[in-house]
């Protein structure tokens, strides 16, 4: 719904900013598509099918980190756009333009997509039933070679640890920009007119200031139990638990961490478009148009 609605280009917002929003919406559906519906739904009522078989079960896992870092790094991508347009003036006209996101977007995913390909290399087969492998299980080597232990620090700094710095980092310099900006335009209201009332334009500030905190606390949130996860494996010596460990609190902590990250990655596309009133708007049409249709085909009868 998200992606139809900001497609049709009729919320206002610029073609900079929709591009951005628009891939954000996309890469968050595909992460919900592969890893929620073929990969958790699909195991759990289909265990024995051709997307359980050790080879599919690895390309799907590297498709997922691809589609998470893609969706995370898209977020800082239109973080530090609005970074730009609000506190660099300068380059906003040459960077904040639909060309430049298009080339960020394309830029991102590739890298993506070409990072998380070791991943298809991290599984091996769980069973093999009739010369048939069946599901991924992590390879003792991803634990004890050195190769594979850089390989997941540099995936858990890149995904979410940077952003996460990042993410504050561009939106303290931001909100303190928006605050400098309130205070000289309150001095410059007084004097001109003595009007001290409620203005609209720092009001709508103040609603950026919590948006902007609101989305980097709900990713820290979201994404603490999986760093905390990996921190335990990595300092402990432990492994990945599979789904035969359902009663240990560890792998409690692991699913639960890994229900949290993927949530994340739906959540950012829902603050950023619900939060526009023309956006809410056009969701609201949207499903009235049918209703509309079929009160007007009643009528007719």
């Known amino acids: 719904m998200t992606i139809v609605i900001l497609s049709r280009r009729r919320c206002g917002l610029s073609r900079c900013i929709t591009r951005y929003l628009v891939a954000m919406a996309v890469t968050d559906l595909l992460v919900l598509i592969i890893a929620v519906i073929l990969n958790r739904l699909s195991i759990i009522y289909f265990p024995v099918f051709f997307l359980s078989t050790t080879t599919v079960c690895s390309i799907k896992i590297a498709l ?3 589609a998470r870092d893609s969706s995370v790094w898209l977020m800082v991508a239109f973080t530090f756009d609005r970074f730009v347009a609000i506190s660099c003036q300068k380059w906003k006209t040459k960077y904040c333009t639909e060309r430049v996101a298009g080339v960020v977007i394309t830029t991102l995913c590739v890298v993506a997509c070409i990072k998380n390909i070791p991943w298809y290399f991290v599984f091996e087969p769980l069973y093999i039933i009739d010369g048939t492998s069946w599901f991924c299980n992590v390879r003792l080597s991803f634990y004890s070679e050195l190769l594979w232990s850089v390989f997941d620090w540099i995936d858990r700094i890149l995904t979410p640890c940077a952003p996460f710095l990042l993410m504050m980092l561009l939106n303290a310099l931001t909100v303190r920009n928006i605050l400098v900006a309130n205070r000289a335009r309150r001095r410059l209201r007084v004097q001109n007119t003595g009007d001290r009332q409620n203005d609209p334009e720092m009001e709508s500030r103040r609603k950026s200031i919590v948006l902007l905190f609101t989305i980097s606390g709900s990713f820290l949130i979201l994404w603490t139990l999986y760093v905390v996860h990996f921190f335990y494996v990595r300092f402990t010596g432990n492994i990945y638990l599979t789904g ?9 902590l692991q699913e639960t961490g890994n229900m949290s990250q993927l949530l994340s990655c739906c959540t950012n596309t829902c603050m950023y478009a619900g939060t526009q009133r023309k ?14 249709r079929i009160m007007k085909l009643v009528k007719l009868l």
């Open 64 to 66: 997922i980190y691809a």
């Open 244 to 252: 035969s460990n359902l009663n240990d609190l560890w792998f409690i």
């Open 279 to 292: 956006f809410r708007e056009e969701f609201i049409n949207g499903f009235k148009y049918p209703l509309n």
